[in-house]
Structure formats: structure tokens, C-alpha cells
């Protein structure tokens, strides 16, 4: 099929499949010709073309820029449009993006925390600038309760007390979410006055490079896909959150933090939110993952593995708050 699609559409860079990384949302695919390189992508998640076109939009936009990194450059096709209907009954849309020098940190690896505070606080300085003319597509994080309709409070709370028979040996996780749930809803409306601006929305280790001879260096950031109109502490907010667990998690946080702070400062009520904001994260991926569950994209494995590190990023929560709250103040104010 990926063969076809580049025939029919980006001829020019056809060439061969080569295995690489991909992600938890989307089919990635590497094609390599003795001329040029490339990635493609086939977006899974969602099958909203105006969603991809607020995505570019944004990319468009950052290219205006001058950044210390790579953001994804889509390939036009022959038809000169960006992205191409699979013809295979789902409906689903594919894209071709420049391949970027660099590769991902390696798993466990937090050498590059302190620049991949630096870029992130470089990126949010560049996106607030942008000017898009569109509106996004992506609800922000604080509209938790419009963001997934086919799971309605509910379906969540019924999942949650009497999950399907191969979710039946997760109970604990699913009582630590179900109530990590409640809590955010109720939290909701007074993250509303934060200051917002446009934010990539999905900052993690997978969704960087780093040089592959300076693996301290952030060299790209990815997959904007997710990128919308939101609380700005939300971005830090979501890379500390993925921090949470892993091995020296304090000092990756606090080089994470002071390579942020290197770039944006932010409010004693922003800085103050965000361990919120870290929990609206992890319950908006079990919602994310849920959906997928429902709607038949995934698996009922996928969304296991899920509920298990989701559940222990709550724990952490609870036995970090109080340094992460110093280190927070200590750092970002």
C-alpha cells in the first residue's frame, strides 16, 4: 500500500520501506532512495481533514521563525496538496514529511532533559507569536467533558467499576483513575483564567530528536498534531508529567525545569497549576486511549498497558508533591 501511495502521489520519493520508530497514534513509515529521504505518515487517530490543515497551518507559520530545531516539513504531492485519501475503505489520510536528521533519545535516557527545556520554552515563545487566521481544531485540555463524546461520565464510571472481562484483573487502576477523574472535573472551570496561547499540546520523548553524536541535544521537535489554543502551563505540564516514574526523575525535573526557565518565566498562579495540569494530562490519555478502545481503533492490550502506567504516574503524583511543588517555584518563577 505505501509503495502505491508514493507511486501514485509523491513518485519522486519512492524508494525503500526502512524500519524506524513510530508512535501510539499514528502509522509511521521511512523511505529511503538514493536521492533523498523521507517519512510517511498515516494519521489513525482521526479522520478530520480540517484537523491536519490546522496542524500545517502551525507548521507553516513556525517556519516564519528562526528556531534552534527542526519542525516536520509535509511534502507536497503531484496534485500539490499535503495530504491523500488511503484508498483502502478506512478513509484514513497519509503524509509525507521531509525525514529530519537525529533520532530519539535512547529508552531510559534523560540526558537531554535540561535542552529539551530549553526548546520547549523556545517553542512556546515561537507559537505565541503565530498567527494562524484558523481556528483550532482540538478542544483544550480544560474542556475534558466535551473533548470525548463517545465516553460519557457514565460509560467512564461504569468502565471503571465494572470494566469488561479483560480489564478485570486492572481494579486498582481503574479506582485510582475513576477517581483521578472526579477530582479533575471538578478542578476544571478554575483553569480557565490562566493565560493561554497556542501550545504543541503533546510534548514527550517520543516526539523529539536528538544529535545522534550529542545525545545532550535536542535537535527536532514532532508531531504537532494535537497542537491547539490552551493554557500555557500546559506545556511544561505535560513533558514533567512524562518525566514522573523514571529513574532520577527529581534531577531529569529540575534540568528539565531550569532549561525552561532559561527561556519562559511564568506566574506564581501558572506555576501553582501545574500539578493539575499534570493530572489533566494523565486523565486526558485514559480518556484518549478509552476512545480508541471504543471506537475499535486499539486494541484491548493498548489500552492495558495504558491504565497500568497511568495509574502509577498518579501514584508518583502523590509522592512527589511536595519537592515537585519547591522545585516548581524554585525554578519557573
Not at 479522520?47 to 490543515?53: C, F, L, P
Not at 533519545?105 to 517553542?123: C, D, I, Q, W
Not at 498518579?314 to 511543588?325: C, G, N, P
Amino acid at each position: 500500500m505505501i509503495q502505491l501511495l508514493l507511486q501514485a502521489h509523491w513518485p519522486e520519493w519512492n524508494g525503500d520501506l526502512v524500519d524506524g520508530p513510530t508512535g501510539w497514534n499514528n502509522t509511521t513509515h521511512f523511505i529511503h532512495n538514493e536521492q533523498r529521504r523521507s517519512v510517511m505518515r498515516i494519521y489513525n487517530t482521526h479522520r478530520d481533514k480540517a484537523r491536519i490543515e490546522f496542524e500545517f497551518a502551525v507548521l507553516e507559520s513556525l517556519w516564519r521563525v528562526p528556531l534552534s530545531f527542526k519542525i516536520p516539513a509535509p511534502l507536497p504531492s503531484v496534485s500539490g496538496d499535503k495530504m491523500v485519501r488511503v484508498q483502502d475503505g478506512s478513509d484514513r489520510y497519509a503524509c509525507l514529511f521531509k525525514y529530519i536528521e537525529g533520532e530519539r533519545p535512547e529508552e531510559g535516557s534523560t540526558r537531554a532533559a535540561y535542552s529539551f527545556g530549553e526548546k520547549t520554552g523556545e517553542l512556546i515563545n515561537a507559537l505565541a507569536a503565530c498567527s494562524i487566521g484558523m481556528r483550532p481544531v482540538y478542544p483544550p485540555y480544560y474542556e475534558l467533558l466535551q473533548s470525548y463524546p463517545t465516553c460519557s461520565e457514565a460509560f467512564i464510571l461504569d468502565f471503571c467499576k465494572q470494566p469488561p472481562l479483560e480489564f478485570k484483573d486492572q481494579g486498582d487502576a481503574l479506582y485510582i483513575l475513576k477517581e483521578a477523574y472526579a477530582d479533575i472535573c471538578s478542578r476544571l472551570e478554575s483553569l480557565k483564567n490562566l493565560p493561554k496561547q497556542l501550545v504543541h499540546g503533546d510534548l514527550n520523548l517520543l516526539n523529539l530528536l536528538v544529535d545522534a553524536e550529542q545525545p545532550h541535544t535536542v535537535t527536532a521537535l514532532l508531531d504537532f498534531e494535537f497542537c491547539t489554543r490552551d493554557v500555557r502551563a500546559m506545556e511544561p505540564a505535560v513533558v514533567i508529567s512524562g518525566f514522573l516514574g523514571i529513574a532520577d526523575e527529581r534531577e531529569v525535573i529540575r534540568q528539565f525545569c531550569e532549561g525552561f526557565a532559561s527561556r519562559v518565566r511564568l506566574s506564581a498562579e501558572e506555576i501553582a497549576a501545574i500539578p493539575v495540569l499534570m493530572r489533566l494530562r494523565m486523565v486526558d490519555v485514559f480518556l484518549h486511549f478509552l476512545s480508541r478502545y471504543r471506537e475499535g481503533t486499539d486494541e484491548s492490550h493498548v489500552l492495558k498497558e495504558q491504565l497500568d502506567m497511568l495509574a502509577a504516574g498518579f501514584k508518583r503524583m502523590e509522592y512527589s508533591q511536595e519537592w515537585l511543588d519547591d522545585m516548581l517555584f524554585q525554578y519557573l518563577l
